[in-house]
């Protein structure tokens, strides 16, 4: 059974970053514009952000179970739509449909390994989760490029998407006879109206970001960064009307007060964004800027992976009281290494030696980062909520995905229109400056949460 829902989140996260690497091939094979690559990579996921908490209350409402099977069905056959599409728009829409699937399958697994697995069990079959997280975000880098360079009969970047589908069928025909059939719970309701509106204020933030150079910035790009903030604000009122009515809102308000939820969730945005960001930029720059095959493109992103799971196996090794401090010298590390990768690419050459070593550097910082991040996040959340607290959370982390591909792709696409020599380069230079000022960002808010929480530890003072 394990094997069937850790298969099933990998597969979902390999996923999420496997496409950086097929990009150029993308582009050059359906003529796709810029934007239209963003799209690619961003669809997914903001489908996925957008109806994670959904996904977890259909879960209790209708069965693990059932919602699991669908979940995984509708992935796969988004998947095998991707490999066929005979253009952009049908792989965009595609990948929207394979972020539904993803969110109706990810909260399931959480909640089957919490039910079915107890004591030792339990905690090895968490600890084996959390290593697959870390490992299939940037493990999709690696598959990515030895997929998209094997050009399996020709087909280029399409096994990229079609890999998914022998392997979502097999894992939906064991979870047939495998996973237990459970029974519906007693669950919290439906928030569609937040949806809805959380949708909308994404869609009113991302497109102009991902379209606006493009068109250089129209009228429509500016209204519509300019109703975002707005959107935003009716989204608040609208979970405020939910609560009101005695509704489970989407955002939880009680939730949020939790002590060091909400610095905790800021913290993995900055994070996370930058990650993102980072990833979607230098497959492009390695590709385009200079050059490199899809495979040695994919194996580069190997010393990240390898610190990544490095910090995702090995940080309850350490004492106790390091776990919060540690997330703020975790985001400096990381940010040290995205600095130093662009200074070493400035000079438009591959980078030599420092580049794996660095590159080992951003992954320590990142599996040191998000893993403890997100148990220091949940530690003062009741029972009764942490489905919605790990939602939130989870949430955070997708949505600056989005943004941090968004804003960071960006940056990277003008840097590169702008400059004649060494285009690349100087852009790269420029998205790895501005991702390490988010990084640094995000050591404030762990500083800020570590003396939160050591505020809320210390022993008062008495009379006696």
């Not at 097929?22 to 359906?30: E, K, S």
């Not at 595609?94 to 972020?99: K, L, T």
Request: hydrophobic share 55%; aromatic share 6%; proline share 5%.
């Amino acid at each position: 059974m394990l094997v069937i829902l850790l298969g099933a989140v990998f597969m979902a996260l390999l996923d999420s970053t496997i496409v950086n690497v097929a990009t150029p091939t993308i582009h050059t094979d359906l003529q796709a514009t810029g934007p239209a690559l963003q799209w690619i990579v961003s669809g997914y996921t903001i489908a996925y952000a957008a109806l994670l908490v959904t996904g977890a209350r259909l879960g209790a409402r209708n069965g693990f179970r059932a919602v699991f099977l669908f979940g995984l069905v509708t992935f796969t056959a988004a998947s095998l739509a991707c490999g066929l599409a005979p253009g952009t728009g049908v792989l965009i829409g595609a990948r929207v449909v394979q972020g539904v699937g993803s969110a109706m399958m990810m909260p399931q697994v959480y909640s089957l390994i919490q039910l079915r697995f107890e004591g030792p069990a339990r905690a090895r079959a968490l600890s084996l989760y959390a290593a697959v997280i870390g490992l299939g975000v940037v493990a999709g880098q690696v598959a990515g490029g030895l997929l998209v360079s094997a050009d399996v009969f020709g087909t280029g970047w399409r096994p990229v998407f079609l890999v998914n589908v022998p392997v979502g069928v097999l894992l939906a025909v064991a979870g047939l006879r495998v996973l237990p059939p459970g029974k519906p719970q007693v669950a919290k309701g439906l928030d569609v109206p937040g949806v809805i509106t959380l949708t909308a204020a994404l869609l009113l933030l991302v497109v102009p970001l991902v379209l606006g150079h493009d068109q250089h910035w129209p009228a429509w790009a500016q209204a519509c960064l300019a109703a975002s903030p707005p959107m935003l604000a009716v989204f608040v009122l609208v979970e405020r009307a939910v609560a009101r009515r005695g509704g489970a809102p989407l955002v939880p308000g009680a939730v949020l007060k939790a002590p060091g939820l909400a610095l905790a969730a800021t913290t993995m945005f900055f994070a996370m964004a930058g990650y993102a960001g980072f990833l979607f930029a230098f497959s492009q720059h390695l590709q385009t800027g200079l050059g490199e095959s899809a495979t040695r493109t994919g194996l580069t992103f190997a010393p990240l992976a390898i610190g990544v799971a490095t910090g995702s196996l090995t940080w309850q090794k350490l004492p106790a009281h390091w776990h919060r401090p540690m997330i703020a010298a975790a985001c400096a590390v990381a940010a040290a290494g995205y600095l130093g990768i662009g200074l070493a690419m400035r000079s438009g050459g591959h980078g030599g030696i420092a580049l794996p070593v660095l590159q080992l550097v951003c992954g320590l910082g990142m599996g040191y980062l998000t893993s403890p991040l997100l148990n220091v996040a949940l530690a003062h959340v009741t029972p009764a909520d942490a489905a919605d607290a790990s939602g939130i959370m989870t949430t955070s982390a997708q949505v600056a995905q989005v943004l941090g591909i968004a804003t960071y792709g960006s940056v990277y696409v003008s840097g590169a229109d702008r400059h004649m020599t060494h285009a690349s380069a100087h852009a790269i230079h420029e998205t790895t400056l501005l991702v390490a000022g988010g990084l640094l960002a995000s050591a404030l808010t762990a500083l800020l949460l570590a003396h939160t929480a050591h505020r809320r530890l210390r022993p008062r003072r008495t009379g006696l």
